[in-house]
């Protein structure tokens, strides 16, 4: 049995969620016997690592620092094997923009978008191309932060009008910010483990939310606000298509452990869009990951057991 | 920062195949017992580094020790077995004598039988929905109305319809229309929620006028009126104004108020004035709530009273409270920009501050947080999602300099983003609020409103409506 630190909390948007996941982890892996301890990251995180001296950290940290690869930059430096995605995946996949970019240059079908920082709009002239930018990317327009988790700073511009607000509004949480054609369809989410040296993509998950039109942060977090359907009842060959693709994104953006790829199925095509990857999936009670390894016969401690499992030691250490 | 969250005490957690089987159980009306991604970020004000002008905390540092000590001393030797032991109902006598005192200093007379103690004010609305409210039932409520007031009339499914404020509080002329619409609709609102002094989160005061006015509709249309006043004894400048309750004498108006903000809201003390028939049946809701509220904390309070002048603190807080206000005003006009307006509250703890309508105050949070300061985002005190630009700031909880820096930094943020809307639609730069320095006035009005126009420069305003301040439709339609 190993001495595990979860790291938790932290100081992003996603701190609430985030303490959820690591205290579910912590339940789970204190029943399989482990010894269990928990970290709110913070100021003292490298301390409090260098004194308790884990054999292992398992990353529970969503959002900020947790997903960018920031504290697996700093496990690799201590030589603290961890779960998950190793840095350079991490940092691939938490900036939606990278993400994309490395998808369309693969020809991974992605919401057609473009991407600007602050400067660009500051010091460019951005602005003066919006026009040109709607006019291919057609209303309604999707603006959202290019780092932000869950759902927190997008909006749906669905006007000319809207699109400064909404930018404004992404600007809030991060310098660069992403305008998104919009695909009306299904929101389906394909988790994949590491398993037995391969990868596999678990039963998909179907977000149905139950009063918004969107799929918005509040609803993807408090049970009874979205229905989740897993399997999703959409035909096996789109079943297949999703989870090929969404295996695609896991190795293309080099993925490690287990995480979870979005994506849309557009009404009437059937065309599939990724939208993102993530690194570090919610592993709360409505999480989307913990439902389709239960659907797969894969209860929430086996799944906490296969990603401790899974953790890779650090680079420095295996080079 | 480390918190151990004490794994070992949790209870297994459930597997993902049972949320359904939750959901499936949970009342129809938690479906409008909405969390909300402002909570996600609220929970982030608790961080010690974070300025958090968000709260609605009275100081209660101002509070001596010693005193403290000495009055659970009393409470120990002259009181200890009732102290202990379950209550009445409706509250024990002699701290209904120190309401009475406190309702006195308002200029209201009360008789103790017409009192009903409660945990907290809270309590209050919580009890009169319990008692009035069927799923369906309208309430009116002031536009924005008390941010932990929606919850509960969520929770008993009511239809909250808002009326309009202006400077002079609730705006007759929109109730009459409101209640006009209903009626056409055949519908009858069961009560109207106002906080007439130094409204939170508007920090505007009903004036006479109007007092009258809403208590004579009330008389005429049979409609009972739940007055909230937390806040009517911390009254900084102006004359104080009769409560509603004084000028119904007790027919229509159900009255509430509270320990929490003259002496501490850890001793959850609150109370309701109601007509006889209303009050007994909020005593059986009670009954079924909590059978009582705390003993010792009603004997804590009775002691403190008989200790000595309970005004001399209540007059140590205005003194603390108006320097703190003053501070905040002052620190408005210099660091918010000329696009922002904001209320002057004669007294309270609040300041509405109102933005161009492009800022979502939820997502300028978010980033308000990244600089270690944090507000309410106007929409808590709405149910329809209005309220989006707006914000409430309280300038009761922290100290004057942390006032100072904490403005300082949501205005740069703020500035921040009006230079980027500028940026975007080729509007002019943002420029700094033209207030003279020392003046509580709102710079301009108006500013850019329009996404596709390029703005002009505001011009600095004597006199602000502050209907639009506080960012209201012309007409809501009811309903």
Avoid at chain 1, 9 to 30: F, P
Avoid at chain 1, 121 to 126: Q, V
Avoid at chain 2, 392 to 413: M, W, Y
Wanted: charged share 25%; proline share 6%.
């Amino acid at each position: 049995m190993s001495r595990v630190a979860v790291l938790k909390g932290g100081r992003s948007l996603e701190r609430q969620v985030s303490l959820k996941s690591g205290a579910r982890v912590q339940d789970a892996l204190e029943r399989l016997g482990h010894e269990v301890i928990p970290i709110d990251v913070g100021a003292d995180l490298v301390a409090q690592l260098m004194a308790d001296r884990p054999d292992i950290a398992l990353v529970a940290l969503h959002g900020r620092d947790g997903e960018d690869g920031t504290v697996q930059e700093l496990l690799e430096a201590m030589g603290i094997p961890y779960t998950g995605s190793r840095v350079s995946a991490c940092i691939r996949a938490s900036d939606k923009v990278l993400a994309k970019h490395a998808m369309r240059d693969r020809g991974v079908p992605t919401p057609d978008f473009f991407a600007f920082s602050e400067t660009a709009f500051k010091d460019l002239g951005a602005a003066q191309a919006l026009p040109a930018i709607e006019e291919r990317l057609q209303f309604p327009i999707v603006v959202k932060p290019a780092a932000q988790g869950s759902a927190l700073g997008i909006k749906f511009a669905r006007t000319a009008h809207d699109v400064p607000a909404a930018l404004v509004a992404a600007f809030s949480y991060d310098r660069k910010v992403l305008l998104e054609r919009h695909v009306v369809g299904r929101d389906l989410a394909v988790s994949i483990i590491d398993e037995d040296g391969g990868r596999r993509p678990l039963p998909i998950v179907e977000a149905v939310p139950k009063e918004e039109d969107f799929y918005d942060f509040e609803a993807r977090y408090e049970i009874g606000r979205t229905s989740f359907v897993c399997p999703a009842e959409i035909d096996a060959e789109i079943a297949e298509r999703a989870s090929a693709l969404a295996l695609e994104v896991y190795d293309l953006l080099g993925c490690a452990g287990f995480a979870r790829v979005d994506l849309m199925l557009k009404n009437e095509t059937h065309e599939l869009f990724v939208l993102e990857a993530n690194v570090i999936p919610g592993l709360t009670e409505t999480s989307l990951l913990p439902q389709a390894a239960d659907a797969a016969g894969i209860g929430f401690d086996e799944l906490v057991g296969r990603i401790l499992a899974s953790a890779g030691s650090p680079a420095a250490a295996r080079a | 920062m480390t918190i151990d969250e004490s794994p070992r005490s949790r209870p297994p957690r459930s597997t993902a195949r049972d949320i359904e089987r939750y959901a499936s159980l949970f009342a129809e009306r938690t479906k409008v017992m909405k969390s909300s991604a402002m909570r996600d970020l609220m929970a982030l004000i608790e961080r010690d580094d974070v300025i958090s002008l968000a709260g609605g905390l009275p100081d209660t540092s101002t509070f001596p020790p010693d005193s403290y000590a000495a009055l659970m001393s009393t409470v120990a030797a002259d009181y200890c077995s009732r102290a202990l032991q379950y209550g009445p109902t409706e509250g024990f006598a002699p701290l209904k004598r120190c309401i009475v005192k406190v309702m006195a200093a308002e200029g209201t007379t009360i008789a103790p039988d017409d009192l009903l103690v409660t945990t907290g004010g809270q309590q209050v609305i919580d009890l009169v929905c319990k008692t009035l409210l069927d799923p369906g039932d309208v309430v009116i409520a002031e536009a924005p109305t008390y941010p932990g007031a929606v919850p509960t009339f969520c929770a008993y499914q009511a239809d909250v319809v808002q009326v309009a404020m202006d400077r002079d509080g609730m705006r007759m002329d929109e109730l009459e229309a409101t209640l006009a619409g209903l009626e056409r609709d055949g519908r009858r609102p069961k009560f109207i929620y106002t906080v007439p002094n130094f409204h939170n989160p508007a920090g505007v005061t009903m004036s006479l006028e109007r007092r009258h006015e809403l208590v004579r509709i009330a008389h005429e249309r049979e409609l009972l009126v739940l007055e909230d006043n937390p806040y009517g004894l911390l009254r900084y400048e102006g004359t104080p104004l009769p409560t509603l309750r004084s000028i119904d004498r007790g027919e229509y108006v159900i009255y509430a108020s509270t320990f929490s903000k003259i002496l501490s809201p850890g001793v959850r003390l609150g109370w309701a004035a109601a007509p006889r028939p209303v009050l007994q049946k909020m005593n059986i809701g009670k009954q079924s709530s909590d059978l009582c509220s705390s003993s010792i904390t009603q004997f804590f309070v009775t002691a403190y009273f008989e200790a000595g002048p309970w005004e001399d603190y209540v007059r140590s807080l205005i003194e603390i409270y108006r320097r703190r206000r003053d501070v905040m005003l002052d620190a408005l006009a210099e660091h918010f920009p000329r696009e922002a307006e904001w209320t002057h509250p004669e007294g309270g703890l609040f300041i509405w501050a109102t933005l161009p309508d492009y800022i979502d105050t939820t997502d300028l949070l978010a980033r308000a947080l990244r600089e270690n300061v944090a507000f309410v985002p106007g929409r808590a005190a709405f149910v329809d999602g209005r309220g989006g630009s707006s914000m409430r700031l309280n300038f009761s909880g922290v100290g004057e300099d942390e006032i100072r820096e904490g403005i300082r930094r949501i205005g740069e943020v703020v500035r921040e983003q009006v230079g980027m809307y500028g940026t975007l639609t080729g509007a002019r730069a943002v420029s700094t609020a033209s207030a003279a320095p020392g003046t509580d006035r709102p710079a301009a009005a108006g500013g850019p409103r329009s996404g596709a126009a390029p703005a002009e420069p505001a011009q600095p305003e004597a006199d602000p409506a502050l209907a639009k301040i506080l960012r209201l439709p012309a007409n809501r339609k009811a309903g």
